[in-house]
Structures are given as structure tokens and as C-alpha cells.
Nanobody, 114 residues
């Protein structure tokens, strides 16, 4: 049974930082491309960042230069380092694993507010 468990969300002030983690189990982690998505209230879910099996990364324009996605295949974990956070980054953040099928985590709430 595949499980993706996100953690690290919370309340942070504008300009602050958070690091999200997504721990995977039940799959051969190193063979999956991993992504972070987010969904703000009343909005569609949007892609934030992707990391390939080889470590190549892609970012949404809105987060480029502020967010960094990384993976640790030994720990079956993907990370999202988020810096210079703004209220517009407030959302539920989800990780996704994709190979032939895709799997989603349950999400972690990030709230940026003073």
C-alpha cells in the first residue's frame, strides 16, 4: 500500500521560511518523479515544483527563486524549502508521486500571515 505523508506546515509570518517533507512508503521511491502542488481556498490545485528521478527540477514561475525541491532517496523523502513566504503562498500543500500511476498525500496546511 502506497502512502505519502506530508509534514512541516504551519503558520509563518510574511518573509519567513518553512520546510515541508513528504515521506513515502510502499513504493520504489527512487523510480518515481516527485512533485509538490498547492491549493488555495476557492482555487484550483496548481503545480509548485517537480523533481525527476535524476534530480532535475522545475518550478512554477510564482515560486522560482524562493522555493527549492529536493529528494533523499535513502530516506524515501522529498522536501520543499520555502523562503520569502508571502500571504499568496497560503494553501494546502500536497506531494505527488508519479510513475505509471500517481499517488497523492493528504496535504499539509501552510498559512502565511502576520
Amino acid at each position: 500500500q502506497v502512502q505519502l505523508v506530508e509534514s512541516g506546515g504551519g503558520l509563518v509570518q510574511p518573509g519567513g521560511s518553512l520546510r515541508l517533507s513528504c515521506a513515502a512508503s510502499g513504493l520504489t521511491f527512487s523510480t518515481y518523479a516527485m512533485s509538490w502542488y498547492r491549493q488555495a481556498p476557492g482555487k484550483e490545485r496548481e503545480l509548485v515544483a517537480v523533481i525527476s528521478t535524476g534530480g532535475s527540477t522545475t518550478y512554477a514561475a510564482s515560486v522560482k527563486g524562493r522555493f527549492t525541491i529536493s529528494r533523499d532517496n535513502a530516506k524515501n523523502t522529498v522536501y520543499l524549502q520555502m523562503n520569502s513566504l508571502s500571504p499568496e503562498d497560503t494553501a494546502v500543500y500536497y506531494c505527488k508521486a508519479r510513475l505509471l500511476r500517481q499517488y497523492w498525500g493528504q496535504g499539509t496546511q501552510v498559512t502565511v500571515s502576520s
